[in-house]
């Protein structure tokens, strides 16, 4: 099975800091590497797939990058809503494994 | 409206078996394949199984392989998920999510999920 290890667990920034949150894959999972918010007591979006294609309806703050084994999320500007927690999911291959999740906080 | 809609959770004896269902409304359930996700109580997201849109390729979890199976009724665009010998480790919100495509794994729908409580 491929191990989805997120960076930081989790982290604490002001509004308008730019926040990047690491995904290492165990094994080459090419780019199919997909992000998730959730806030408090809500259902899991999704917010980029395939690496870095930004899903209908989400700010364009929230980009993606990587390939093989090292992704990442960032945030251009944080803003007040961003308060959740972002888990990193591989798509490569079955099971198709989550990250542990990172939970950012707003200063 | 796009949506899914989980039923069956609540509260079961260690042991026992329940059977989840999800609805799906709103988009062609048959060429999309779904999936179950787990949250436990305060822990992160853990994809549980997965079926294609004919229902001939099924995938499960480590955990739950042999314990669960997953199921779907196209013609009642309904996702099932049957478990049996449930143990209090599986105790969790249980979301169903659609694949955002027909040949990708990612997941761009989600239902609100159903709890199940596993407790004597």
Do not use: H
Not at chain 2, 42 to 55: A, D, Y
Not at chain 2, 72 to 90: C, F, M, P
């Amino acid at each position: 099975d491929i191990q989805m290890t997120q960076s930081p667990s989790s982290l604490s920034a002001f509004v308008g800091d730019r926040v990047t949150i690491t995904c290492r894959a165990s094994q080459s999972i090419s780019t199919y590497l997909n992000w998730y918010q959730q806030k408090p007591g809500k259902v899991p979006k999704l917010l980029i797939y395939t690496t870095s294609n930004l899903q209908s309806g989400v700010p364009s703050r929230f980009s993606g990058s990587g390939s093989g084994t090292d992704f990442t999320l960032t945030i251009s500007s944080l803003q007040p809503e961003d308060y959740a927690s972002y888990y990193c999911q591989q798509s490569y291959s079955s099971p198709w494994t989550f990250g542990q999740g990172t939970k950012v906080e707003i200063e | 409206e796009v949506q899914l809609l989980e039923s069956g959770g609540g509260l079961v004896q260690p042991g026992e078996p329940l059977r989840l269902s999800c609805t799906a409304s709103g988009f062609r359930f048959s060429s999309f394949g779904m999936s179950w996700v787990r949250q436990a109580p305060g822990k992160g997201l853990e994809w549980v199984s997965g079926i294609s849109g004919s229902g001939e390729t099924t995938y499960y979890g480590d955990s739950v392989k042999g314990w669960f199976t997953i199921s779907r009724d196209n013609s009642k665009n309904t996702l099932y998920l049957q478990t049996n010998i449930l143990r209090a480790e599986d105790t969790a919100v249980y979301y169903c999510a659609k694949a955002g495509s027909t040949r990708d794994w990612y997941f761009d729908l989600w239902g609100r999920g159903t709890l199940v409580t596993v407790s004597s």
